[in-house]
């Protein structure tokens, strides 16, 4: 027994050696990323969470707000090989998987097919506008999405780790989209809405883009070394108090529970599932190792509500004729207190 105590004890130390590594790791991307875009710390933050906890991220904002930017960014700071999908009305599935093509061994004579590989074989996929194409071409991103492979002609090509999946959705322009269906939204970890910058971030924002400054980015984490700080996540010992919190926050989104709250009843036809319970939960592991803490508490649970529940939770018509929103009835959820 005293053998089995050393060993968990040494582990620890391990794990506690790597968490501060990773907090001093994460001042230094903030750092990096400053240097190209201003503002935004939160949601920085957060795409820091899903990338750990291994979850894919689903962006909402309007043009201009340097989605694409981050995400380029973030890739360099990170030192991964990332890719950006364009979603269009005519884009095939095989435009993001990959595709066979007929190859002639010109000593031989023989024909025989190659495959070749779409954009999704990247360690970060921007898959801008994925509510601009059908349902079918959406789906060939979802199945990589929670898959981590590509299926061709009978074989399976697996994804390089890490793999994360960043989607962009305009919120303005709905006319000629395909909304994804709740199913799909459910794969996403993270609903993150992106909102304009500040008057003082703005004007900083204008200063630096059209002058001649050129920020040199310094690679922080390589792929290896983020697999096992996803690892070191995974390890993080969470206490039953707080597993119990995240779980009865969820359940009590499903107008049918018993600990659903009368405006829930009133306002919501589907709650989340326990996958929302899941992420929750791995939000708040990712959260805290960030921060240098060695188990998460109440508080990281409540601050990835919003962004975990948001796009999970189906409204009514009493919702809609009153002006509700999702995010507000979370807000609400996290108001009440047992």
Known sequence: MAKKSTSVDRRSDSDLARIEALNMSRNKITEQIEKVIIGQKEIVHELLISLFSRGHCLLIGVPGLAKTLLISTLSRILDLRFSRIQFTPDLMPSDITGTEVLEEDRTTGKKVFRFIQGPVFANIVLADEINRTPP???????EAMQEHAVSAAGV????????????????IEQEGTYPLPEAQLDRFMFNIWIDYPSRNEEMEIVRSTTGEYEPDIVPVLGAGEIVDLQRLVRRVPVADRVIQFAVELVQKTRPHHPLAPPFVKKWIRWGAGPRASQYLILAGKSRCVLDGRFTPDEEDIRASAKS???????????????????????????????
């Open 156 to 171: 399976t090509y697996r994804l390089e780790e890490p793999f994360f999946v960043l989607a962009t959705q305009n919120p």
């Open 308 to 338: 975990v529940l948001r796009h999970r939770l189906v409204t009514n018509f009493n919702a809609e004729a009153e002006g509700v929103e999702t995010v507000n009835i979370v807000d609400k959820l996290l108001d009440v207190r047992p």
């Open 136 to 142: 079918k071409t959406q789906a060939a991103l979802l």
